[in-house]
């Protein structure tokens, strides 16, 4: 799998956005950009992917570079919940349909009330 | 909305004893896998399972390692002989078959397995 930086750890003020970034500067045409996070004593949860386009969902929102070697997760409004380890991983979907998915680790993010 | 679950929350067994995590992915789901996280550090991918066998596992499954798909719901996950370093969470994840897209991994609220 193509490789994924991120920083180790971001902090944001509750109920104000949150950038998180992710670097994919080997990223294949057919890799999916991924993004899970991991609350407290939790198992990881899937928030959002993309291949190309933006995407946006109740949880977050994914903006793509458009030569595909960054993205950046956005969390609208943070909350506390939302505290938390965050994972961007490539996917090459599709080669192998049963693949796992590879965590790294990871953005801490910390929500100061 | 569905989920995997995964039983016990929590094992205490004693070293060279065999354990058998249970999991129950969601339903119409077809790929199967397992990770555990030791205290502290990263998530680890450990097999992945699908048609009724072992497609893909990592260095950490060795011999003391078995997944099993006994019946059309249950998962499982047996250390034969366990040692204390296998204390961690294992977490059982379940993914459905990608059509046109790809498909996002569903995960339990794992297992914390602590070996005494």
């Known amino acids: 799998d193509a490789k994924t930086t991120q920083p180790n750890s971001m902090e944001s003020n509750e109920e104000e956005p949150v950038h998180l970034p992710c670097n994919h500067s080997t990223i294949s045409g057919t890799d999916y950009i991924h993004w899970y996070r991991q609350l407290p004593s939790q198992g990881p949860e899937y928030v959002i992917h993309?291949?190309?386009s933006n995407v946006n969902n109740r949880m977050a929102s994914l903006a793509i570079a458009e030569d595909r070697k960054s993205s950046t997760l956005i969390l609208h409004r943070a909350t506390l919940r939302d505290a938390a380890v965050y994972y961007c991983i490539l996917r090459e979907a599709m080669k192998t349909s049963y693949d796992k998915v590879i965590f790294g680790p990871g953005t801490s993010l910390s929500v100061i009330p | 909305e569905p989920e995997v679950t995964q039983t016990p929350s929590h094992q205490v067994t004693q070293m060279g004893q065999e354990v058998i995590l249970r999991c129950v992915p969601i339903?119409?789901?077809?790929?199967f896998y397992w990770y555990r996280q030791i205290l502290g550090q990263k998530v680890e991918f450990l097999v992945s399972f699908y048609n009724n066998e072992i497609s893909e596992k990592s260095e950490i499954f060795d011999d003391q390692f078995s997944v099993e798909r006994p019946d059309g719901s249950n998962f499982t996950l047996k250390i034969r002989s366990t040692k204390l370093e296998d204390s961690a969470m294992y977490f059982c994840a379940s993914r459905e078959v990608p059509r046109d897209r790809d498909t996002e991994a569903f995960f339990g609220q794992g297992t914390r397995l602590t070996v005494v």
């Open positions: 993309g291949l190309t």
């Open positions: 339903s119409n789901h077809l790929y």
